[in-house]
């Protein structure tokens, strides 16, 4: 099987380019059938994949295995290859893609079954998911970096699928534009990379950075580098502001790409080059520190926000917080461990709020929702199971994940701890009143709309069942020992992750620690969870639909503490007005005046010659004399 | 012949030179001035007249025979060439009934 890993991007790209092709001339249900269907194949190779990785590790070996396509830069000593690596990581990261997206094109194709551009879409998810594979297959940073700048322009096209729609066209530049600062990052990192080690290989890279010392100035570079592309692609701060406004794609785009997949290639770069993170203790906690704020930061916004996609999208922000917080404290297990459950839980909850703005006919307000459980059943059990998972209420998958982060945290530096614990109670608070605004109470929209509510269809429904009973289990791959588990997944992937043993990131808290620990967050949350089934359900404060924010922190989280504000005024308008300046005066005066002028010039001078042609015969007599004259000179006198 | 090479050179060589300058002068000058285009076939022919004395007048003086055969051949190309300038003014004339040359000035811009 590992000869043949080229097949799983390969067989998702056939479906783009099939699907590209003949997206106008068959009907949607073949698109729709390929679409889904080559990435189910492409799930049913990964899932080989992964049992020979499974089957080599519990042989004790490294599971490990390199397919090297071809020779693809081979100048002078510079040799980079197309190859792919399969091994622990990327086997778990390829379920995660094609299980993960083969669900939401099942569910895309009756989301999407009534839009005109249905095949485009479905063309566009194959090639996110081609492009995808290749981001985690590649056994070098250039092969990582195709798929890196891919996803971003998958993620473009489809944020602005509706691109009629000027708002949702600017969203979409705006992903892209900010992802793309994050891919300078990540460009001038794999220049220093191969001017420090001559290579981009993993293996060679990491080989080459084994003996050095802790703290070297070339790696902090490098490192500090492929975090701030880690920033662009999962939205950290200060390049966070895009994946709000990509809510403006569809919701299976939403789930897929902000929610399970792209915005986890940053955490995956990172936990691939952990070896050279280890080495640069200033860029861990940079890293860290970036993480828990963000994290906050993000949590705080989504604590007033009222479009249902918003609140899940700054929720997403904050957990991909968690995870750079992990990974900065040395929790590389269970940072990708989060990024597991998460997109279980995630991907659901997304899926799940794209059936409820299904039901209500796109309406995405929370306040004009409420009392959806009867009509929505499948839907409100499904969300109810993510809502707590992503709580961190035991045993649903996001405490296991969530809490070994935190216990790291606090094992590292307790201000961290004490910042993800308020951020978790937070997150549990937002989720579980999204939750109650929804589903309880009594429905705020209108009557016509009332008369239409209905379950979604079962390619809606099957999807959120799997990922419900994912979220549910998903939590017990890593059981820590202090529950009396054997930390399976960390076994898994030790081969990739021994420099950490070695730097002793391994968590040192005595048991009665850690309890505590897990009891304070299982308890703060169930606590927040009540606190807003009080408020939002027994007392029944829904706010008004047109109610303005009255306090300053009230206001500081509506209007996202103007960050996008900020960003304006600091960048976009001084761009515009430099660009005026460039248009008005280099371009237009400048070159424009420079090349209209050449042929001003001509044209005057030809007005002016053409006033010799008098047509008086004595005056070119006079004319030839005087020429005459003058030939008769210069052969006198210079020749 | 030596008596008449002698009684030539009487005359010096400078004075020959001055005469046709000052006869060509006047034959540039016509050829600029004069309205009429015969008066400026005239002024032509004055020109060439000039150069031919000139050329006649070296060879007596430098006792070569090569100046006066190249009289010869200016004389039968001004001849030529009179001919075909009459031909031209004669057409001109019978198209713009008249021999100003201000009446040929169409190719303008």
């Known amino acids: ?639 | 012949m030596d008596n008449f090479l002698t009684q030539i050179q009487g005359v010096p060589l400078n004075h020959y030179i001055i005469f046709c300058s000052i006869i060509f002068a006047i034959g540039v000058t016509g050829v600029l001035i004069r309205r009429n285009v015969i008066i400026i076939m005239m002024s032509i022919e004055l020109m060439l007249n000039s150069v031919n004395l000139l050329l006649a007048a070296f060879s007596a003086y430098r006792g070569d025979a090569s100046g006066q055969v190249f009289v010869f051949f200016i004389m039968a190309l001004a001849a030529a060439e009179v001919a075909v300038g009459l031909a031209i003014i004669i057409m001109v004339y019978r198209n713009t009934k008249s021999v100003d040359i201000e009446s040929l000035s169409k190719l303008r811009w």
């Open chain 1, 1 to 639: 099987m590992s000869a043949l890993i080229w097949l799983i991007p390969l067989i998702p790209l056939l479906g783009f380019i099939i699907n590209g092709l003949t997206r106008n001339s068959v009907p949607k249900m073949v698109n729709g059938i390929i679409g889904s269907g080559v990435v189910l194949i492409s799930f049913v190779l990964s899932v080989l994949a992964y049992l020979e990785v499974s089957a080599a590790r519990d042989a004790g070996e490294a599971g490990s295995f390199t397919l090297h396509l071809f020779d693809w830069f081979a100048v002078g000593s510079l040799k980079i290859a197309l190859s792919f690596l399969l091994d622990p990581l990327s086997a778990i990261m390829l379920l995660i893609i094609t299980g993960v997206g083969f669900l939401i094109h099942l569910y895309s194709s009756a989301y999407m079954a009534h839009d005109e551009g249905f095949g485009k879409f479905f063309a566009y998810l194959n090639l996110f998911i081609f492009f995808m594979t290749i981001l985690v297959l590649g056994s070098n940073y250039l092969v990582m970096f195709i798929g890196w700048e891919g996803v971003g322009l998958c993620s473009y096209l489809l944020i602005g699928f509706w691109f009629k729609n000027v708002s949702y066209a600017a969203a979409a530049k705006k992903a892209f534009i900010m992802n793309r600062i994050g891919d300078l990052g990540f460009l001038i990192a794999m220049f220093f990379i191969l001017e420090t080690f001559g290579t981009l290989e993993y293996s060679e890279v990491f080989a080459g950075a084994n003996g050095l010392p802790v703290g070297t100035p070339i790696v902090v570079v490098i490192t500090l580098l492929l975090f701030v592309a880690a920033t662009g692609k999962s939205a950290q701060i200060p390049l966070f502001t895009w994946l709000p406004d990509a809510m403006a794609g569809p919701t299976p785009v939403s789930a897929l790409i902000h929610a399970a997949t792209m915005v986890t290639a940053g955490i995956y770069l990172v936990v691939r080059s952990n070896v050279l993170f280890l080495l640069a203790p200033l860029s861990m906690e940079i890293m860290a520190v970036v993480g828990v704020v963000t994290a906050f930061v993000a949590a705080f916004i989504a604590l007033t926000q009222n479009d249902i996609k918003k609140v899940l999208a700054y929720s997403t922000v904050s957990q991909l917080g968690y995870m750079f917080l992990g990974l900065g404290v040395g929790a590389f297990t269970g940072a990708f461990f989060h990024v597991l459950t998460h997109a279980f839980f995630k991907a659901l909850l997304f899926l799940g709020a794209g059936s409820v703005i299904h039901a209500v006919h796109d309406e995405q307000d929370m306040r004009k929702m409420g009392g959806l459980r009867k009509a929505l059943p499948i839907t409100f059990g499904t969300m109810l199971i993510g809502t707590v998972a992503i709580s961190g209420i035991p045993p649903f998958a996001g405490f296991f994940s969530k809490d070994e982060i935190l216990a790291h945290a606090f094992q590292h530096q307790p201000i961290f701890w004490v910042l993800g614990l308020i951020t978790a109670f937070f997150t549990a608070f937002y989720m579980f009143r999204l939750l109650f605004l929804t589903f309880f109470g009594k429905f705020r929209g209108t009557p016509e709309q009332q008369s239409h509510l209905h379950e979604s269809p079962w390619a809606m429904t099957v999807p959120l069942i799997i990922l419900a009973v994912l979220s549910v289990v998903g939590g017990f791959i890593n059981v820590p020992e202090v529950l009396g588990g054997q930390h399976k997944l960390q076994a898994f992937l030790a081969p990739i992750l021994e420099a950490g043993e070695v730097a002793g990131t391994a968590m040192t808290l005595s048991h009665s620690t850690e309890y505590g620990l897990m009891g304070l967050s299982v308890l703060g949350a169930i606590a927040m969870a009540v606190f807003a089934y009080i408020k939002y359900v027994k007392n029944a404060q829904v706010p008004e639909a047109d109610e303005k924010p009255k306090s300053l922190l009230y206001r500081l989280s509506y209007y996202k503490l103007y960050v996008d504000e900020l960003y304006d005024a600091l960048f976009v308008k001084p761009l515009g007005k430099l660009s005026t300046v460039f248009f008005k005066y280099v371009d237009k005066t400048g070159i424009d005046g420079f090349v209209n002028g050449v042929g001003d010039f001509f044209t005057g001078s030809g007005r002016g010659i053409r006033l010799l042609q008098s047509g008086h015969v004595g005056f070119y007599i006079i004319m030839m004399v005087v020429s005459i004259i003058a030939i008769l000179m210069y052969g006198m006198f210079y020749s």
